[in-house]
């Protein structure tokens, strides 16, 4: 398993970072408009400042202060992340409300995750318990990735997925259809579509039925169903 380079100690508290973090906002959220928005009104953005610092505290021993900090950028963000957490570069989490990092989590390069993903643990030990997302990964809105298991490179958890188990690089996990910002979609299906096409087989078995009904009922009333006997 890959070890992440952790980018969240002294050399992610410069310049650089905190640019490619504006940077990686505006490239993937089509309503940012201007690097200053991004530095005022992003929520995921303010938790990441947040979390660099109590992270590098939390490496130094100060473990009381930095979960202090930590659970001050919860109250003022609406973000939990544990300082524990390791957490790669251009980490972008949209809208953010009820995201949840646990300690043990590790999260690769060019990771997005949209408001209310758990990165959680099924397990009471003080070991891995909670999952690693590896670089590119994409998890929708309301997921809940539970355990100490691996995300591959590049894949998709979708809206409301519940993922218990290890997800192959790639691999797409849905419980309802999710296309992310910047993704292609052409080999996603579309849901409204699906439903549609559902009704539309819906009908013809009870339509198939009410007949077989009919011709039943025509059968006991000894009354001809497919055509009318002349004379």
């Known amino acids: ?14 310049f650089k970072n905190l640019r490619e973090d504006v940077e990686t906002i505006l ?6 408009r201007s690097s200053l928005e991004v530095v005022l009104c992003y929520p995921g953005f303010h938790a990441l400042l947040f979390y660099r610092l109590a992270h590098r505290l939390w490496q130094r021993g100060w473990l009381v202060l930095a979960r202090f900090i930590s659970h001050l950028a919860r109250t003022l963000t609406g973000i939990e992340i544990h300082p524990g957490a390791r ?8 809208h953010g409300m009820g995201v949840v990092i646990g300690e043990t989590a590790e999260i690769g390069d060019d990771v997005t995750l949209y408001q209310g993903v758990t990165l959680g643990g099924t397990k009471l030990n003080r070991g891995k318990r909670h999952p690693t997302l590896e670089d590119g ?8 990735v539970l355990g100490g298991f691996t995300v591959g490179k590049n894949a998709r ?6 993922v218990i188990a290890a997800v192959p690089p790639g691999e797409k996990v849905t419980k309802e259809e999710f296309l992310p910002y910047g993704t292609p979609g052409d ?23 009410v007949e077989e009904l009919e011709q039943e009922l025509a059968k006991e009333r000894e009354e001809p169903t497919l055509k009318k006997v002349s004379g």
């Open 157 to 162: 958890i979708g809206s409301n997925a519940l």
């Open 87 to 94: 957490i790669g570069r251009r980490l972008f989490i949209d």
């Open 187 to 209: 080999d996603i299906p579309d849901p409204v579509g699906r439903a549609l096409n559902g009704l539309v087989e819906e009908v013809g078995r009870l339509r198939a039925r």
């Open 1 to 14: 398993m890959r070890r992440y380079i952790d980018h969240s100690t002294a050399d992610s508290m410069g």
């Open 27 to 32: 490239r993937l959220d089509p309503a940012a």
């Open 137 to 144: 990964v994409i998890v929708g809105a309301g997921a809940k």
